[in-house]
Structures are given as C-alpha cells and as structure tokens.
C-alpha cells in the first residue's frame, strides 16, 4: 500500500476509534457521559470542603435520588476504583482523547467542557452549576501514602498533595445512566399497577 494509503486509513481508524461525549442532563442536577458511561452528581452537591478522608467517606455514604453507589470521580480508572493509587496520571492537557478517558475529571475539564490549560472553569459550566475551582480524586499518590491527586477546575492542571488538607471539594460520580432504571417511586407505582390488574383478573374469574 502506499504510504499515502497508508497513512489515510491509519487517520480514518483513529477518527472511527474516537467518539465525541455528551453530556445528557437528569433528574435532580444528574449529568450523564455517554462515552465514559457515568453519571455525575451535581457539581456543589457536596456543600464543603475537607480532607481527602472525608471526601472519600462523603461519596462513599451518598445516597442521592434513590442510588448510593457513588465514589468520588478519578483520576486513573485503570489504578482501582473508587480508590486506587498511581505515580502517573493521564494528563489530558497533552493527550488524546482515548487516552484522557482513564482520568474522569481531566476528562470532564478537557473533552466534555472544552478547556483547555490555563481557563478558569469554575462557576456555571454547561449543564453544571457552581463548579468548583479544586476537587480530590479517588485517586492517592502510589510512591507517598499519605498524599492524594486531586484537580484543578481554575487551571485545568493535577496536583498530589497530603491527605489532611482541608480547601478541595468533592465530586461524585456513579457507574452508568440513572436513566436507565426507574427511579424508586416509579417502580412502586409499577408494582401496584400490576398487583391491581392481577387482581383484576382473578376477580373476573371468580364470577
């Protein structure tokens, strides 16, 4: 094949092996990633900021519209999830959007709000409200144990630092689309919908 052959469809593999996310808003402040396949919770839902400790026990606890599966959003899917540890994080500054999808939060920064580094992102951002400007990750420091990732929305950059630290927030996220199951209400209404049509029937049977 010639190289200009060649070249073409080694471009066209990649463009097919890439998909460009959107973002679906949900009930309640819910914003669904239909590449990554998650779900974030609002991005303020966590009124506070505290320790890595106590972001991690916060996502860990959450029950937010009928689910309580969430963790706090990561910054290397592939170390271990909801908490793993890496010395090496995808940096989504300079990575290709395949790349960038191991690292939740630059994932959300670069490719779904379109940042790039350097832009302050904090505040109303798509379909979010009040994003805010520093989140941990669910991702610690592989070489330092007392030290963990976390993100910066007002640069677009990650750093580690010690776990006690007090002044980032949290974001939770869950695995796949809160609209795919019905919510709780939904499905107690169901259920008594097709009690009241069973008994229905057996008292049409019954006469």
Not at 154 to 174: C, E, I, M, S, T
């Amino acid at each position: 094949m010639k190289s200009w052959k060649l070249a073409l469809a080694v471009g066209l593999l990649s463009l097919a092996s890439t998909a460009q996310a959107t973002l679906i808003a949900r009930q309640a402040g819910m914003v669904y990633d239909d590449v990554l396949d998650i779900t974030w919770a609002p991005a303020d839902l966590w009124g506070m900021t505290g320790t890595w400790f106590e972001a991690v026990g916060w996502a860990d606890g959450l029950s937010y519209e009928g689910f309580e599966d969430w963790r706090l959003a990561s910054l290397s899917v592939a170390a271990g999830l909801p908490t793993g540890a890496t010395d090496n994080p995808v940096d989504c500054s300079s990575a290709t959007e395949v790349q960038c999808r191991d690292n939740e939060l630059g994932y959300m920064f670069y490719q779904n709000l379109g940042g790039v580094f350097g832009d302050d992102l904090d505040g109303d951002q798509g379909p979010f409200t009040d994003i805010r400007d520093v989140y941990w990750s669910g991702t610690e420091f592989a070489s330092g144990p007392f030290d963990a990732w976390f993100f910066l929305y007002d640069l677009g950059g990650q750093f580690k630092d010690d776990k006690v630290l007090g002044f980032p927030a949290a974001w939770a996220v869950r695995a796949g689309d809160v609209a795919a199951a019905p919510l709780p209400g939904t499905a107690v209404l169901m259920a008594l919908g097709l009690f009241g049509l069973g008994a229905g029937r057996q008292k049409r049977r019954a006469t």
